[in-house]
């Protein structure tokens, strides 16, 4: 659920090199794809949330590992606020709100 796609952006030296691409119709293919990835992103998670809402089903989902996910998604959204990357910010609220509703129904359905 992580998005680190503004980092293409930034610019980084290596040995003296520019490697970020400085072309605007590449930049701003970029930008909007990113909201698409984060957008597929969330929705690939949704089949497991609606198996465990509507079927109740919980085998073979791990609390622990959804709860490291919600973890990570926090740090992204905090690294997103403090560097105002609004793909970042987003995809990880949604992120969250996802992780979110899979551990509480881990929790309420077990």
Do not use: R
Not at 41 to 60: D, E
Request: aromatic fraction near 14%; glycine fraction near 10%.
């Amino acid at each position: 659920m992580n998005i680190g796609f503004h980092h293409l952006l930034n610019k980084y030296k290596y040995q003296g090199k520019d490697l970020v691409i400085k072309n605007a119709l590449f930049t701003s293919f970029i930008n909007k794809g990113v909201y698409c990835v984060s957008f597929l992103g969330i929705l690939i998670v949704l089949p497991q949330t609606l198996n465990i809402w509507v079927g109740k089903n919980t085998s073979g989902v791990s609390l622990i590992t959804w709860s490291g996910f919600l973890v990570g998604s926090l740090f992204w959204l905090f690294y997103g606020i403090i560097h105002k990357e609004k793909p970042i910010i987003f995809t990880n609220l949604a992120g969250i709100l996802m992780n979110l509703s899979i551990i509480f129904g881990l929790i309420l359905i077990k």
